[in-house]
């Protein structure tokens, strides 16, 4: 099993920045891959970004289309087992609550991770 514990979230003003982050226990060595999640009162959970790896070495980043485009940089400290997600020019469409989410499955798709966080509160608003 494997433990996914965010933090990092709270209120900030439109165009602040905030960072993030998710911590994971247990079995992360069997973990290929962390992304991102947000839930926004009302609608659908939305797909924020996501890192997986290939071994210990290589690292790459997908992103959602548009709507955090530029604005949201993802990274992982392997040695902390920690996920981090940098948010900067925060919009109120910004506020929800965010998720981390973690998978062995390196292609895993948005739907079927197997692990999730308890999630972080978000509020842009001045």
């Known amino acids: 099993q494997v433990q996914l514990v965010e933090s990092g979230g709270g209120l900030v003003q439109p165009g602040g920045s905030l960072r993030l982050s998710c911590a994971a226990s247990?079995?992360?060595?069997?973990?290929?891959?962390m992304g991102w999640f947000r839930q926004a009162p009302g609608k659908e959970r939305e797909f924020v970004g996501r890192i997986w790896w290939s071994g210990n070495s290589a690292y790459y980043a997908d992103y959602a289309a548009d709507s955090v485009k530029g604005r949201f940089t993802i990274s992982i400290e392997k040695s902390k087992n920690t996920l981090y997600l940098q948010m900067s020019s925060l919009k109120p469409e910004d506020t929800a609550v965010y998720y981390c989410?973690?998978?062995?499955?390196?292609?895993?798709?948005?739907?079927?991770?197997?692990?999730w966080g308890q999630g972080t509160q978000v509020t842009v608003s001045s």
């Open positions: 989410a973690a998978d062995s499955n390196p292609l895993v798709g948005p739907d079927d991770y197997h692990y």
């Open positions: 247990g079995r992360t060595f069997s973990l290929n891959t």
